[in-house]
């Protein structure tokens, strides 16, 4: 295969134009589902670039392929959407939208799918096939289960996912064998009593009360009914209950998350769950109603892909700057969504970190270094090319 030997200097020079593509769609951010302007932008750059461009895939996401038409593929994921987040960056090129920003890093990371499209696009000849898939809705986790089941990984071997990290200094990277993110559900529990005086409470059966023992019973239950060598994590984020100040309630309706790294036990946390909450109502006499959904299972990171990305980003950095993560997240991503019917695939961390730090991921202030964005770019693109070279000498052999 002939590569080009000049990319990475063909990267410095439209660098500039990535950055202002990357300071115009932070300016232009756009809701799960609603990425229509920004998936437009993303498919007319990449028919520029000579990509086959399909619209629509996954309601607004968008598939580009290049080279043989006919599998197998190597493919690169990355997200689009935005957050319903208040910006307080100061940027001059902030939000122009109140209460919506990319405070997650997908601007950042819609830029680096353009960035590897434009240099593959120079390649003179590719053995295999390359899919980009830019995926909307991935706050919502369900972006990825869309283009999924509209095809986007049909043929696809090898997939790599980038996602940036403010806790790694820019110029680096987080690579991780194995489980990188956790299992996660959505837990609802509506809380049934009875209503009453608040002066006579034994006249009535407490929703708040009961809705109180269920919150603390579940913490207490996980670390005394479930291995802590098998972590999870329960966390209520609303609460709704009661009429007056005077009146017992009557209902009350909690809404959680529940995190877990082993995907088999997070196979049966909705049951062991449901028993917990029933028993602790019922011993305050109290119902229960519990409703459980899964969001994503955990991204599990191939050990052979894993390998791969480590040597070909230390053929690009220097050593320090590609560190072993020892620790998986209990955030949760649906890439793993995208890791089903026989796709293999990874994901690493990008270093967004500037000297005197960045604030985390969802908060209004997060700003990365714009810079980590050619560290992506050049990481992939070393990555997607190693992999083509394997992949085309395995075929040469097996002629």
């Known amino acids: 295969m002939t590569r080009l030997l000049d990319w990475t200097e063909r990267l410095e020079q439209f660098m500039p134009e990535l950055l202002e593509l990357r300071r115009h769609l932070h300016a232009h951010p756009e809701l799960s589902g ?3 302007q920004t998936a437009a932008l993303v498919a007319g ?9 399909r619209e629509g895939v996954g309601r607004t996401g968008v598939v580009a392929e290049l080279g043989p038409t006919s599998g197998p593929f190597v493919g690169l994921r990355v997200d689009m959407d935005a957050l319903p987040i208040e910006e307080a960056t100061g940027l001059a090129y902030a939000s122009k939208r109140q209460g ?3 405070a997650c890093g997908h601007d950042l990371h819609t830029c680096i799918g353009l960035g590897v499209a434009r240099l593959l696009a120079f390649e003179p000849s590719l053995p295999t096939g390359v899919k980009l898939l830019f995926q909307p809705a991935e706050e919502l986790a369900e972006g990825a289960r869309w283009m999924r089941n509209d095809g986007a990984t049909e043929g696809v071997e090898a997939l790599f996912g980038v996602h ?3 806790a790694l200094p820019a110029g680096s990277i987080g690579v991780r064998s ?6 996660a559900g959505e837990l609802e529990i509506e809380v049934i009593g009875e209503a009453g005086h608040g002066a006579r409470p034994h006249q009535s059966v407490d929703a708040i009360w009961t809705a ?8 207490e239950s996980i670390s005394r009914r479930l291995d802590a060598l098998d972590p999870v994590v329960v966390s209520f984020g609303k609460i709704e209950g009661g009429r007056a100040f005077n009146v017992i309630a009557d209902r009350v309706r909690l809404l959680g998350t529940v995190r877990c790294l082993d995907a088999a036990l997070h196979d049966r946390l909705p049951e062991w769950i449901e028993e917990t909450v029933q028993a602790i109502c019922r011993s305050g006499g109290a119902e229960a109603v519990v409703r459980y959904r899964c969001i994503t ?8 892909l894993t390998s791969l990305l480590e040597h070909s980003a230390l053929t690009r950095l220097q050593d320090e700057r590609v560190q072993r993560l020892d620790k998986p997240s209990l955030g949760a991503e649906d890439f793993a969504e995208l890791l089903q019917e026989g796709v293999k695939g990874t994901m690493f961390r990008l270093g967004v970190a500037g000297p005197n730090g960045c604030a985390p991921l969802h908060n209004g202030q997060f700003c990365p ?3 980590s964005l050619g560290v992506g770019v050049e990481v992939l693109m070393a990555t997607m090319l190693a992999w083509m070279d394997e992949r085309s000498a395995l075929a040469s052999e097996q002629q």
């Open 45 to 53: 750059e990449l028919r520029r670039d000579g990509w086959r461009v």
């Open 164 to 166: 940036v990290c403010p």
């Open 34 to 36: 609603e990425e229509h």
């Open 212 to 219: 109180a023992r269920v919150v603390t019973g579940l913490q």
């Open 297 to 304: 299972p955990p991204v599990f990171n191939d050990s052979k």
């Open 369 to 371: 270094v714009e810079s």
């Open 100 to 102: 919506v920003m990319h």
């Open 178 to 183: 194995g489980c990188l993110t956790a299992a």
